[in-house]
């Protein structure tokens, strides 16, 4: 047996067991979401466990073990017997539209553990796992765990660094947001520049109907949505073409990339966003970086492999690949707009 230098052992013993503590935090984050927990004791902290048990109706030793379990991670705070949110933890918690909401990924991390039996036979064949096929409703937890970035720095950031395009928009553009999930980015372009036509695509039909249904509830007029793949979805003349967070989720982001360059008019912009990452495995070893290679394991790679050709770039990708595929379809001119923590912000012309 290999000498154990004990030491390391104990720094990676802790490690693991910090990193367990969080994957059992899991369930116990969405139950605090789902009954109300957070933004509740938000409203009404610093509470007991009775005080906020009864706010929410739920039985109280449940809640003062859920709380006792929320003190130990740093989620909650407790004082003299009673229980309260931080500003910061109510950012990450309690307020969905913050730029520092976390809940999505949470639910993100739910699905993935429910998909591990798809996945783990798809390692021994080879093939992959649609993106519709996949566990519960991982569709609607992406959606959500995008939503913060999005929300914070579609419109405030994200355009505004695109060259001319906003002046575009406010004068009225044509635009087609590719892979728009359950439409999200969509609806906020929508209701940022009315003035402007959207249509939304995805392949997913479940998504359309989604993204359908979050459009009327906005009761807005200037955007549609329908079913249609990346490399082959109608309509041209498009002033910009938008891609958020799923160009290295598609099989043939190469066809993608040459039948976007078709549809956009003269002049036109290709909007790309995409997971923060640098070229190489060693720039990657970071927090963000294991988050997204755990979760482009578990999804990216799988959806990408269950379609045609199935490229499988993986949440990874880089700027460098990623600019080698946007290349590849005819574009002569790729920069990085902006960049946050989480996303790259890519404009091709």
Known sequence: MRQV???????????????LGGAVSVPLVRIGDQLGLYRTLDEIGPASAEDLAR???CAPRYVREWLAAQVASGYVTHAEGRF??????AFVFAAPDSPASMIGAFDTAAAMVENQPKVQAAFKTGKGVAWGDQAGCLFCAVARMFWPGYVNALVQEWLPAMDGVVDRLKAGAKVADVGCGHGLSTILMAQAFPASQ??????HPASIAAATAHGLSHGLTNLRFEVGRAQDFPGSGFDLVTCFDCLHDMGDPEAAAAHIRKTLKRGGTWMVVEPAAGDRLEDNINPVGRLYYSASTMICVPTSLAQERGLALGAQAGGERLTEVIRSGGFTKVRRAAQTPLNMVLEAT
Request: without cysteine; hydrophobic residues 40%.
């Open 198 to 203: 959207f249509v939304g695509y995805d392949f």
């Open 5 to 19: 230098n004990e030491t390391e052992l104990n720094t990676l013993v802790g490690r693991v067991l910090a990193d």
């Open 84 to 89: 309260s949110l931080t500003p910061e933890q």
């Open 55 to 57: 706010a929410v109706d």
